[in-house]
Every structure is written in C-alpha cells, then in structure tokens.
T-cell receptor, first 109, second 115 residues
Framework: GQNIDQPTEMTATEGAIVQINCTYQ??????LFWYQQHAGEAPTFLSY??LDGLEEKGRFSSFLSRSKGYSYLLLKELQMKDSASYLC??????????WGAGTKLIIKP | IAGITQAPTSQILAAGRRMTLRCTQD?????MYWYRQDLGLGLRLIHY???????GKGEVPDGYSVSRANTDDFPLTLASAVPSQTSVYFC??????????????FGPGTRLTVL
C-alpha cells in the first residue's frame, strides 16, 4: 500500500531554523513534492526532489533519501509569514500525487 | 493572467440536491484534477483528466462525476449531495500528465457544506 506521514503541528521561533520531516511507503516512486498552504488559501509549490540529496532554494531546502523513504523540508531564518501548513506528497507509479495530511507550522515572535 | 478560477467560493447545499462546481484555467494545461481536503486528512484525488476528452477516477470518486469537453474547463458534479461530501474542493492543473516533474497549480478552492 501507500502511506505518507508527517507531524501534525510544529512550533518555532522567528529567526530560527525548523526541519519538517516526511516519511513515505510506496511501491512506485516518481518524486517527492513539498507545498505550502496558508490558512484558507490554495497550496503552492515549494520544491521537488527525485534524486537523493539536498535541493536548496533560498531560505528553503528539501532533502530526499529514497532508500529510507524519507524527506525533510528545512526552513531557515524563519519569518512570521512562514506560518502555514506544509504538505508533503510523493508521486506514485501512475504519476499521481499521494498527499500527507500536512504539518501546521506556528511561528512565535 | 488569472491562472485557475473556481466557482462558487462557498456554498451551503441541502442533502439530495445536485451541484456543479466550476473550474476554469487559462494556462492551456493538458492535465486537470479535482481534490477534496478534509481536516486531518491529506488532499484526496477525486477525478482527473490527462487531456481534453478523457477522464479518470482517483482515490475517492464515488458520488462525483466530471467532464472535460475542452482544455480550459473541468466541472465537478455531485449528483445527489450527502453530508459526508462537506469539504473544501480544490481544482488543480499541470502542464502535462504522466511525467515525473509535474508541478500542479491550484485554484482558490470551493468550501461546500451539505446539510
């Protein structure tokens, strides 16, 4: 079967670093996506990993280990506007996205 | 450029009524998707369309139907609404289907309450 897990909620301090983990189980894999979703809004694309390693994009980085079925999203220099839910999704063998329930990130001053 | 638009923004519907959620994109994307999002659950795929004229069933298709008469429009119909269909519905599109890197762009969502 297919399963994807991420923490329900995390809290971090403005200016700090936070790592949001995601684990998945799948019989077919075509990449791992991270999306950001502010409350009441649509998800927006953050990153895509298909090979092992770290992809850096400004303050955000995403890591993938295919052998471990593991990814994380690293957010640096946290800002209040980073308060949002972060959705992890893997692309299965049919090229459809299987989504985690999302991690609500709360940033405190 | 509007991207993806959805209508209505929100709707309260009596159980048993028929309802069509509208979705239009102006990016000339081939693939379109309908998801529902419920608290504590991930986005779940209802139906998808890889190209105009074709549709497919996702993870939770029961009680829903779609059509794709042209590239831009992908309406979702609830033939006879039930309270378990209370949810936020997102329409999304991607340039192509069936390829590994395939960023999906989302509409603003429709909040549907079935009483």
């Amino acid at each position: 079967g297919q399963n994807i897990d991420q923490p329900t909620e995390m809290t971090a301090t403005e200016g700090a670093i936070v790592q949001i983990n995601c684990t998945y189980q799948t019989s077919g894999f075509n990449g791992l996506f991270w999306y950001q979703q502010h409350a009441g809004e649509a998800p927006t694309f953050l990153s895509y990993n298909v090979l092992d390693g770290l992809e850096e994009k400004g303050r955000f980085s995403s890591f993938l280990s295919r052998s471990k079925g593991y990814s994380y999203l690293l957010l640096k220099e946290l800002q209040m506007k980073d308060s949002a839910s972060y959705l992890c999704a893997h692309m299965d063998s049919n090229y459809q996205l299987i989504w985690g329930a999302g991690t609500k990130l709360i940033i405190k001053p | 450029i509007a991207g993806i638009t959805q209508a209505p923004t929100s709707q309260i519907l009596a159980a048993g009524r028929r309802m069509t959620l509208r979705c239009t994109q102006d990016m000339r994307h081939n693939a379109m998707y309908w998801y529902r999002q419920d608290l504590g659950l991930g986005l779940r795929l209802i139906h998808y369309s890889n190209t105009a004229g074709t549709t497919g069933k996702g993870e939770v298709p029961d009680g829903y139907s779609v059509s794709r008469a042209n590239t831009d429009d992908f309406p979702l119909t609830l033939a006879s609404a039930v309270p378990s269909q209370t949810s936020v519905y997102f329409c999304a599109s991607s340039e192509v289907a069936g390829e590994p890197y395939n960023e999906q762009f989302f509409g603003p969502g429709t909040r549907l309450t079935v009483l």
